[in-house]
Structure formats: C-alpha cells, structure tokens
Nanobody
Framework: QVQVVESGGGLVQTGGSLSLSCAASGRTSIQAWFRQAPGKEREFVAAFGWGGGIRYYEDSVKGRFTISGDNAKNTVYLQMNSLKPDDTARYYC????????????????????WGPGTQVTVSS
C-alpha cells in the first residue's frame, strides 16, 4: 500500500518562506497539499498531476506558493513564499493511487492516501 510522508514546516515570520516535501512510497497519479487551521475545515492548497506535470492552486496562494514534482523520487514539493499569518495551519499531503478526474482535484474524496501532516506557523 502506498504511503506518503511529509517533511518541512516550522515557524517563520510574516513575509518569510518555507518548503514542504511529500514523498510517496509508490506511484501516484496526483499529489496535493491541504491545510487545516484550528476551528476551520480542511481546505485545498495546491496539487501536482504527474501526467503532464499539471499544477493546480487555490486562489489565495497563487503567486506565492509553487508546487513541483520529482518523478524519480515520487516526491512533490511546495515552496511557500511571502507567508502570512492566515497561512498558519497543519498541512497535509494527499495522494491518489489510481486515475483521478481533473475537475475533482480540490475534493478530499479524490485522494485515498494521506500523511499525518506537518505544522506551519507564521508569526505576525
């Protein structure tokens, strides 16, 4: 069974940068990042589809976050720049191990493998 493991995260000041990594133990069709802040619902952040290297972003992170993938390592990276206190949350990596429907990339139901998450805290 495929598993994913996140790394990175931590504490940074407003305007700073952090990088997250998500390594999968096997092949996936798409890997994504979701985040959940205390008292809020889990929300989609960004996704990387291995077929063609397509990238998806949530509107609030466009221009600040960049998602990329290393096919040889089955690893997806999320470079986060110009961080804001609103970006504070636990970030989860998710992966789909079979075919996915492009228009459903924002839905947690698209993904059947989840990591334990990594905390990102942006201080003001």
């Amino acid at each position: 069974q495929v598993q994913v493991v996140e790394s990175g995260g931590g504490l940074v000041q407003t305007g700073g940068s952090l990088s997250l990594s998500c390594a999968a133990s096997g092949r996936t069709s798409i890997q994504a990042w979701f985040r959940q802040a205390p008292g809020k619902e889990r929300e989609f952040v960004a996704a990387f589809g291995w077929g063609g290297g397509i990238r998806y972003y949530e509107d609030s992170v466009k221009g600040r976050f960049t998602i990329s993938g290393d096919n040889a390592k089955n690893t997806v990276y999320l470079q986060m720049n110009s961080l804001k206190p609103d970006d504070t949350a636990r970030y989860y990596c998710a992966a789909a191990t079979s075919f996915y429907v492009a228009y459903a990339h924002r839905s947690p139901r698209t993904y059947d493998v989840w990591g334990p998450g990594t905390q990102v805290t942006v201080s003001s």
